[in-house]
């Protein structure tokens, strides 16, 4: 079953710009409770300029509303896109009450990719980057695959509507049971961009890149949260 849009769904071939995006209507039908309590969200409410660079702006607001199989399982909705000043897409986790969760990515048309969902319920992933990772001028996008058990990054690029993985490294993580934040993300210090992720055992804190289709970790010393927030400033 899929998605409800609901309002004026913007064309999928059309230039916009997603303005804001916001994670809405609390749910309690998912008894998973990853991010601290028994709540999730219901809908996804976007505000979309369908016009983009013109005099007059034009703001769309569409919603998206999940059916009662899924939830979005997730902290925040996320503005992607290569363009930062004109971000075209949302990420976020949905999860299925019996398929557990998967890495979505909507526009103001609705759902543009998605990863697999995991393949059973109570298995999450913890998004972290959205960026063209390589420097090929595609986007990728990365998320630890059940950071509390698996603890694999996984790689994927976008190619039109369809998302392939393209990398993966074990023995990283970036969220605890019960956090209601997901810890580390992404940097770029004047050599390109890096994911900045916890070893598996929360001992380390690591720098991933991916460069000529490979991933690559490099050991930045013992993590903490002063640690982590100076890595992630380039400190």
């Known amino acids: 079953m899929l998605a409800l849009v609901v309002g004026a769904p913007v064309a999928a071939d059309a230039p916009v710009a997603i303005l804001d995006a916001r994670l809405e209507e609390p749910v309690t039908r998912y008894d998973h409770g990853v991010l601290g309590d028994a709540v999730e969200w219901g809908t996804l409410r976007l505000w979309v300029d369908s016009c983009p660079g013109c005099a007059r ?7 998206i509303r999940l059916p009662e199989s899924r939830v979005f399982e997730d902290v925040e909705a996320r503005l992607i896109g290569l363009d930062p000043r004109a971000p075209g897409a949302v990420m976020v986790v949905e999860s299925d009450l019996s398929r557990g969760a998967r890495l979505s990515l909507y526009t103001g048309a609705g759902l543009l990719a998605a990863t697999p969902f995991i393949g059973q319920p109570h298995r999450w992933l913890a ?3 959205a960026a063209d990772l390589d ?3 595609t986007l990728e996008v990365a998320y630890v695959d ?3 058990l698996a603890k694999v990054l996984r790689v994927w690029r976008l190619e039109g509507d369809t998302l392939t993985e393209i990398g993966a490294l074990e023995n990283l993580t970036n969220h605890r049971i019960g956090w209601d934040h997901i810890a580390g993300g992404l940097r770029d210090c004047g050599g390109g961009p890096e994911m900045v992720l916890a070893s598996g055992d929360w001992s380390r804190l690591v720098a991933v890149r991916l460069e000529a289709g490979y991933l690559s970790a490099r050991d930045l010393g013992r993590y903490g949260s002063a640690a982590l927030e100076g890595a992630l400033a380039c400190r």
């Not at 702006?57 to 919603?63: F, L, P, S």
């Open 135 to 137: 420097g090929d001028g």
């Open 57 to 63: 702006t034009d703001v769309q607001e569409t919603v």
């Open 146 to 148: 059940r950071p509390h």
């Open 127 to 129: 998004p972290v980057a």
